[in-house]
């Protein structure tokens, strides 16, 4: 018997829970469907949440031909040899699925931001020319993990997490249709641990409710869930929920400044096997957010960092990693930076395009001149200490004050 999370896979869109902002009547992704016309995707959002689902269905529901590659297991070769296929099917159709046509084959990779560099190369040629049509899926932000050319040639579409309300009518779905849990005759009495336990994962939870149906329980409530999820404890999962809580335990022991909660949390990662790039970026983001001023020299030590894990990997990787993050977590902290910028972007949100100063505008041509621009400017070389007491902020925002010096 397949297993439930297969049995309870969605065949069309009416069927797909959750993404409304992308599948809902009148959203994005439904409209290009339903026109008949996709380009190019990427799909980026947490495990579980329909990613893998959703490029099956638009294949299935504009009758394109369907290939699928993982990233895990493929390389240069299967690129290739799918995109050769492509051109054959094409030529063998008689140009139905010519070049740019709105019914070439669609490409799936799962885990896309696992290939390299090469690997997404190859894919370019045939997506430039519409041989394939691409479909990404990704846990990884695309921006750090996908090569810009063909990020160029993609939309990102990002998907959330399911809420509370998606889960209980997966929940309802899977206790009134699966004709198997239906046999097994079970009430479920409670939802909380369920919820909690499945973290907006759709897969995670139709994994805990097999597992809980097969124990041989009438009854699914909280004690239930969390006595049979005790009994069978899940390991670390880069790509699960868990992935996202270490790391936050991570950062967060970091900004602490508790540098055994820090190396603690760095050691369950790596022997989870986590991506050391993965975990150095987020070493980069916290000495900029979280020490900032107070150590500029930390950015320098976080990014150099990057660097040399990036170059080595594992197992040498875990010694820098060790030393940047108890480094960090020993340093001084000071977010005023981070607090500056997100209160400027608010305010430059706020208040729109305001002018620039006259006196601050280069004068590059005679009319400019005449208009006034640069006109009044002080240099500050000019001035002792050099420094002089200029406006330079436009004029409704003089007197703000963004960065508050700790």
């Not at 990404?136 to 959330?160: D, H, M």
């Not at 309802?172 to 409670?190: F, Q």
């Not at 909690?196 to 409530?221: P, Q």
């Not at 150099?304 to 960090?328: D, H, M, Q, S």
Request: with cysteine; aromatic share 8%.
């Amino acid at each position: 018997m397949l297993p439930l999370a297969e049995r309870m896979r969605p065949k069309t869109l009416d069927e797909y829970i959750g993404q409304k902002h992308l599948v809902g009547e009148g959203a994005i992704l439904r409209k290009m469907i339903e026109s008949g016309n996709i380009a190019s995707f990427i799909l980026w959002g947490p495990p579980g949440v329909g990613k893998t689902t959703l490029a099956r269905i638009i294949a299935h529901q504009l009758q394109r031909p369907f290939y699928t590659l993982s990233a895990v297991t493929s390389g240069v070769k299967e690129v290739r040899d799918v995109i050769d296929k492509a051109k054959r099917n094409a030529a063998v159709n008689n140009g139905l699925f010519a070049p740019a046509d709105s019914r070439s084959p669609i490409l799936f990779i799962d885990e896309i931001h696992r290939f390299s560099k090469s690997q997404q190369d190859s894919l370019l040629g045939a997506v430039e020319d519409g041989t394939i049509t691409l479909v990404g899926a990704t846990t990884e932000n695309p921006s750090f993990e996908v090569i810009t050319p063909l990020l160029s040639r993609c939309q990102v579409y990002v998907l959330k997490s399911l809420g509370k309300e998606d889960l209980l009518e997966l929940l309802h779905r899977v206790m009134t249709r699966d004709n198997y849990i239906r046999s097994l005759g079970i009430e479920v009495k409670d939802t909380e641990a369920l919820l909690r336990y499945s973290g907006g994962d759709a897969r995670k939870l139709l994994n805990i409710i097999e597992l809980v149906s097969n124990s041989g329980v009438k009854v699914i409530d909280n004690e239930t869930v969390t006595k049979q999820l005790q009994q069978n404890p899940v390991a670390y999962d880069k790509d699960g929920e868990m992935h996202y809580d270490i790391i936050s335990a991570f950062i967060k022991s970091i900004r602490g400044s508790d540098p055994q909660a820090a190396i603690y949390w760095l050691a369950r990662m790596i022997e989870g096997g986590e991506d050391p790039k993965f975990i150095a970026r987020r070493l980069v983001i916290s000495a900029s957010e979280d020490i900032g001023l107070a150590n500029p020299n930390a950015m320098l030590l976080a990014n150099t960092c990057f660097e040399v894990v990036n170059k080595i990997g594992w197992p040498e990787g875990r010694i820098p990693l060790a030393e940047t993050t108890i480094y960090l977590a020993t340093c001084r902290k000071d977010n005023s930076a981070y607090l500056a910028i997100d209160e400027a972007l608010a305010k430059v949100r706020e208040t729109g395009n305001l002018p620039v100063p006259l006196h601050l505008r280069n004068a590059p041509t005679s009319l400019m001149k005449e208009l006034g621009y640069s006109d009044g400017y002080k240099y500050p070389h000019d001035f002792p200490g050099h420094w002089v007491e200029q406006q330079y902020l436009p004029d409704e925002l003089v007197g703000t004050v963004f960065w508050k010096k700790e």
